[in-house]
């Protein structure tokens, strides 16, 4: 229940952007401002980068937050902006590696944790994944979006985020069961 009183909260501060009430984009951004950031720290691998880009799609969520159509797609929308700037930003670093070599090295905010903490043989097992398993992941459980939301910031169909959400927990379930590594 609480999260459906905050997407409406979210929802009436959106109709209010599109209004060009400043205040409820400000309100906005303090409420939506740490998980987008650690998104583009997850998709980056680096805090900086993670700053840069969260500067980048806030400047387009403002631009263009009249356009959402459904306040209530907010979530997955900001994602999506979020998730595009990243690629962009790899991209323009003209670093060797893309956005699914940045997934591999994916770490908490706070870094690997030590072996012997509850969670860390998941934390090991989710790194052995492919990038890709490990963005859906992290968006279904780490940023607790709906497969339909999943299906936007991806960009994909909701039979495909079903599919490869079903494969990724699999897999993972064979790396946590010694099955594979």
């Known amino acids: 229940m609480e999260k459906a009183h905050a997407t409406v909260i979210d929802e009436l501060l959106v109709m209010h952007c599109q209004a060009g009430d400043r205040k409820s984009f400000d ?6 401002q740490r998980r ?12 900086d980068a993670a700053w840069d880009v969260i500067q980048e799609a806030w400047m ?3 631009k263009q937050i009249r356009n959402l159509s459904d306040p209530a797609w907010f979530a997955a929308w900001a994602y999506r902006i979020v998730r595009n700037k990243c690629v962009d930003y790899c991209r323009r670093a003209s670093r060797q590696r ?4 940045s997934l591999i090295q994916y770490r908490t905010l706070s870094g690997d944790p030590p072996t012997d903490e509850p969670g860390a043989g998941l934390a090991r097992a989710l790194q052995q994944l492919p ?3 490990q963005e859906l992941l992290t968006l279904k459980y780490g940023e607790d979006l ?3 939301e999943i299906a936007v910031v ?5 039979g495909t985020v079903k599919s ?8 993972l379930r064979r790396i946590l069961e010694g099955d594979e590594s």
């Open 154 to 158: 991806l960009g994909i169909p909701v």
């Open 60 to 62: 387009a969520i403002l």
């Open 146 to 148: 709906n497969i339909l």
């Open 98 to 101: 893309n956005l699914a070599e």
């Open 164 to 171: 490869r959400l079903h494969h990724a927990r699999e897999h």
């Open 36 to 47: 987008l950031w650690q998104y583009a720290r997850r998709l980056t691998g680096s805090d």
């Open 27 to 32: 309100l906005l951004v303090r409420r939506w």
């Open 131 to 133: 990038s890709e398993r």
